[in-house]
């Protein structure tokens, strides 16, 4: 059997229906709202505009943002790596290094400047990956879709990008393209549905990241860096 895969589903519910007496139901109708009011904030905003928002919230949130491009990206990923005195990174397995040119950042760059850099490969298996994310000083992906509103990236985990590249290394690094930003959780949301509605295959972990961890359960006391990265960077890539 495989894991994760229903078995017998609509045999079962008729099943419940039956006892219960209840029929089949109809196709569901997506509600109409005669308000929407979600849809309103930041709608008007520039592509532009939406980086100031997006930088702005970052300082709030305890995230160290910066706008380069991509010419200039490797060289602002060095930065951020020499400021963190990093010995190992630890990137997602994901084709859009190699769209954005980084291919000799990491497989010779990294390297000759005495820094381990591993790729999540499902090859590994899921400790050995695993493993290579609690001893990385920095994990590094790409962000699918940014919210400026919260200062989130939303990642979408699969067999090449292991939720645990941005969640056990010391500090994270999230590159984000700028056309991969939106208003809010409202556009991210309605983003992922047309997807499903597509027909495209979703994964079942989407993470919704806000910088570092945070926690202020005890005390009211704000602590950084509780269950997670203690330090985040957001690189805004401005021509992609």
């Known amino acids: 059997m495989a894991i994760g895969q229903i078995y017998n589903r609509d045999k079962f519910l008729q099943r419940i229906r039956s006892k219960l007496n209840r029929p ?29 928002v997006l930088i702005k919230q970052c300082a709030l949130i305890h995230t160290e943002a910066c706008k380069t491009s991509s010419e200039n990206l490797a060289d602002t990923l060095h930065g951020i790596i020499q400021k963190e005195a990093a010995k190992s990174v630890i990137a997602a397995n994901d084709k859009r290094f190699e769209q954005f040119g980084l291919q000799h950042f990491f497989k010779q760059q990294l390297p000759e400047n005495g820094c381990i850099v591993h790729e999540w490969d499902p ?20 962000s699918d879709i940014t919210l400026a509103e919260s200062g989130t990236v939303v990642l979408f985990s699969h067999a090449n990008t292991g939720r645990t590249v941005s969640l056990l ?26 997807r499903v509605q597509r027909g495209e295959a979703i994964p079942s972990c989407i993470n919704f ?32």
């Open 169 to 194: 290394p010391t500090a994270y690094v999230a590159i984000i393209p700028k056309s991969t930003i939106v208003p809010r959780m409202t556009q991210a949301t309605a983003e992922i549905h047309r």
């Open 24 to 52: 089949k139901p109809e196709k569901l109708a997506r509600p109409s709202w005669p308000h929407a009011p979600q849809h309103e904030v930041l709608k008007d905003l520039t592509q532009d505009e939406l980086v100031e």
């Open 209 to 240: 990241i806000s910088g570092p961890s945070n926690s202020a359960d005890i005390e009211m006391n704000l602590v950084v860096g509780v269950h997670g990265p203690v330090r985040a960077y957001y690189v805004i890539v401005m021509d992609k």
């Open 123 to 142: 090859a590994l298996g899921r400790e050995k990956n695993i493993a290579n994310a609690e001893q990385a000083d920095i994990g590094i992906t790409f």
